[in-house]
């Protein structure tokens, strides 16, 4: 019998490990891109294909992507723009999916962050080194708040926080723009909150987009949390409560305070990528501001497998079709919408690729009991 002390020394991590090679530590993090560079490749396949039916050259809409995105300091930095929200939704959800729990409500939590932030950013007239840390902090509290509810049913109740997720974010959507239209809407046609004071708003870089310090601190979280995972005790309980949440509480793991823990910091990041909407882009909470940040996460938490690192160069992806798509419609008669296409099949994609080893398992038991069937009938 496997005891509670001796499961906790199996999980202890030890320094008495075999060492890998350089060479083994490379081709195994070359195994991890090989499913991303193929979704991405055949996604470009299938967009070119689209592209050739509505009468346009594939290789000069890619052309005009890639230039509309990343040629020039102008149009570089619009990509890193809207590459900045995909960084906080990303490792939300990336974060979540990790540790075993399925946070999609990063876009309800997102637009009430941006709410609490743009409510702090306007109410309160402080000196700037503390007003724009309240307004953060607000935001991640508005986050967690709506996060709250999918994570105490989930960890009491067991109730599916999918579900729960889902039916959040539309609440969130319509319970802001009533806030924005009708109880603090500012005056003016605009369904948007007033103005937030100048000690809250967040530096720009430049004047050709309003891209931001927002993005110093996405990058700066995605290395910290790479630390956590690789480096620290918390890290390690998160993996073993995403990887067997009953192994890791026989090995003393506090099960449902870790997940709930995963939960709230979770919710948190998202609402402080709502946040860097209102303090350094639109610098007022609008109604309807998010195009769909919170569901882009998703896409690029698993195209980035949910590794901090990863869902850096995964947001530039998708930061750059949508910055490359804006271009696109400019120029040509086709649709910024062709983008969210490739977007779309790259997770279709991605999705298959966590469905084909369950079909093939089923495919293979399936033969091997038709084997056994015939071997059997020959006997008789």
């Known amino acids: 019998m496997v005891t509670q002390k001796k499961v906790r020394v199996l999980m202890q991590p030890t320094d008495n490990l075999p060492k890998r090679s350089t060479g083994e ?13 193929v979704a991405v490749l055949i996604s470009m396949v ?6 050739l039916f509505l009468g346009e050259n594939p290789f000069e809409v890619y052309a005009m992507i890639f230039e509309g ?7 570089f930095l619009v990509t890193l723009q809207f590459m900045t929200p995909l960084l906080f939704t ?8 990790r540790s075993g729990l399925v946070n999609i409500g990063a876009e309800g939590q997102l637009i009430v962050g941006a709410l609490f932030a743009g409510i702090a950013g306007y109410a309160f007239d402080m000196p700037a080194y503390i007003h724009l840390p309240v307004c953060i902090i607000a935001a991640i509290i508005g986050g967690m708040l709506w996060g709250l509810l999918p994570a105490l049913l989930r960890v009491y109740f ?7 997720c889902l039916m959040m974010n539309p609440i969130a959507l319509l319970l802001t723009g009533w806030i924005a239209a009708r109880v603090l809407k500012a005056p003016g046609p605009t369904n948007k909150l007033p103005d937030i004071m100048p000690s809250a708003e967040l530096a720009n870089f430049s004047i050709y987009s309003q ?3 927002g993005f110093v601190i996405a990058i700066a979280l995605c290395l910290v949390f790479r630390y956590i995972y690789t ?6 309980e998160f993996k073993m409560i995403g990887m067997n949440p009953r192994f890791a509480h026989y090995g003393g793991i506090r099960v ?11 919710s948190g990041i998202a609402g402080l990528g709502g946040a860097e909407q209102v303090l350094g882009q639109y610098r007022a909470f609008y109604e309807n501001f998010s195009p769909g940040y919170g569901f882009d996460g998703i896409a690029v938490a698993m195209l980035a497998n949910n590794n901090p690192i990863g869902i850096i160069f995964a947001a530039f992806l998708f930061g750059a079709l949508n910055s490359g798509g804006v271009v696109l419609q400019m120029m040509t008669g086709l649709s910024k919408h062709l983008v969210q296409v490739l977007q779309f099949i790259i997770v279709l994609i991605l999705a298959a690729n966590f469905t084909w080893p369950q079909i093939g398992h089923w495919l293979t038991r399936n033969k091997a009991t038709k084997t056994a069937d015939r071997q059997s009938s020959a006997e008789e």
């Open 158 to 164: 067991n109730v599916n926080e999918l579900v729960v």
């Open 256 to 266: 449902r305070r870790q997940a709930l823990t995963v939960f709230l910091v979770s």
């Open 90 to 97: 990303g490792l939300a959800i990336g974060f979540s999916f």
């Open 211 to 213: 891209f931001n310090v």
């Open 69 to 75: 995105s990343v040629v020039g300091l102008p149009n």
């Open 46 to 51: 299938i967009g070119g294909i689209i592209v």
């Open 231 to 236: 480096r620290t005790k918390p890290g390690f």
């Open 25 to 37: 530590v490379i081709l195994s993090g070359l195994r991890l891109l090989v499913v991303p560079l």
